[in-house]
Nanobody, 117 residues
Framework: VQLQASGGGLVQPGGSLRLSCAAS????????MGWYRQAPGKQRELVAV???????NYADSVKGRFTISRPNTKNTVYLQMNSLKPEDTAVYYC????????????WGQGTQVTVSS
């Protein structure tokens, strides 16, 4: 499985961005896809995850502002980020977890999100 993330950039506080992650290869093996982020000097943290059944989970810090979605094609996952704050600044990574795995097996390259005026 290969993951290609895109959509990062510079946005002002209160603005919006949408990240995309396109999966290719053995996508039939993917159960869940998620977004992580890592800010300078901080540990990588889970932002949002969506399973093949459509269940979602969010970090408390982004609930009500971010929405993860995965259209029926199952090969792309989106992260709609609204009401962005400076503390959302980080490198965002998409990841995929295969059936039977408890860890994320595949990772995309990071995409930088910078929230600044």
């Amino acid at each position: 499985v290969q993951l290609q993330a895109s959509g990062g950039g510079l946005v002002q506080p209160g603005g919006s961005l949408r990240l995309s992650c396109a999966a290719s290869g053995s996508t039939f093996s993917i159960n869940a896809m998620g977004w992580y982020r890592q800010a300078p000097g901080k540990q990588r943290e889970l932002v949002a995850v969506i399973t093949s059944g459509g269940s979602t989970n969010y970090a408390d810090s982004v609930k009500g502002r971010f929405t993860i979605s995965r259209p029926n094609t199952k090969n792309t996952v989106y992260l709609q980020m609204n009401s962005l704050k400076p503390e959302d600044t980080a490198v965002y990574y998409c990841a995929a977890r295969t059936y039977g795995s408890t860890l994320y097996d595949y990772w995309g390259q990071g995409t930088q999100v910078t929230v600044s005026s």
